[in-house]
């Protein structure tokens, strides 16, 4: 079945309404929406994680590896980046696992 040109036309005329999101908070959460695993995201810290964990992790690096100059602190950053999404990778993965060994309830449904 495929959309008349008339239906198509309707579609623009009401996307032409939408204004999105207008408050602080609802752009905020709405920046959110296509963020599946987060391996990829271009914020570090998702909204469903501590940020004060993420500085622990920082300044813990800090303490034991006490850099020197400005090279050493950005490996230091950079150290703590990959620790913080290695740690979201082993979250995304256990939840992948546990979802894919449960059965699939939709198959009695169907027939």
């Not at 599946?36 to 800090?62: I, R, W």
Request: hydrophobic content about 40%; aromatic content about 4%.
């Amino acid at each position: 079945m495929s959309t008349s040109i008339a239906q198509i036309s309707a579609n623009r005329a009401n996307a032409k309404k939408s204004t999105g999101a207008i408050t602080q908070l609802g752009k905020s959460k709405v920046s959110q929406n296509a963020i599946t695993h987060g391996l990829f995201a271009k914020q570090l810290v998702l909204m469903d994680e501590n940020p004060l964990e993420y500085q622990s992790l920082l300044d813990e690096l800090q303490r034991s590896l006490q850099p020197v100059g400005i090279l050493e602190q950005s490996l230091i950053e950079r150290i703590a980046i990959s620790l913080w999404r290695q740690k979201r990778l082993v979250k995304a993965e256990a939840a992948y696992l546990t979802l894919e060994h449960q059965p699939k309830r939709i198959a009695p449904l169907v027939a």
